[in-house]
Each structure stands twice: as C-alpha cells, then as structure tokens.
C-alpha cells in the first residue's frame, strides 16, 4: 500500500534509507523507525498511512 501511496522511486529510496540506517541496523527497528524515513525520503506526511 505504501508503495502505490509513494511511489515506485519513492518507495526504494525509503528502503534503502532504512537499510542504510546505522542506527537501526544492528539493532531493533519500530514501526516509528520506519515511518520517519518514509516520511524523510518522500517529504510527505505519513500519520494518516500509519494510523
């Protein structure tokens, strides 16, 4: 879903952004985590998505 709301482009930059993350790679990643690189990566507001 997050896909076709972003993107195709879009939607790779988040995860590789994420996966890049050094703070999060060897670690425990929450859904917060991820929803403040999509919203990083895609300049959008996302709260509605994540709700």
Do not use: C, K, P
Not at 23 to 46: C, H, K, P
């Amino acid at each position: 879903m997050l896909w076709r709301l972003v993107g195709d482009d879009t939607f790779r930059s988040i995860l590789r952004a994420f996966a890049a993350d050094e703070n999060l790679r060897y670690g425990v990643a929450e859904t917060a985590d991820f929803q403040e690189i999509a919203e990083r990566e895609s300049g959008r507001d996302l709260d509605t998505f994540f709700d």
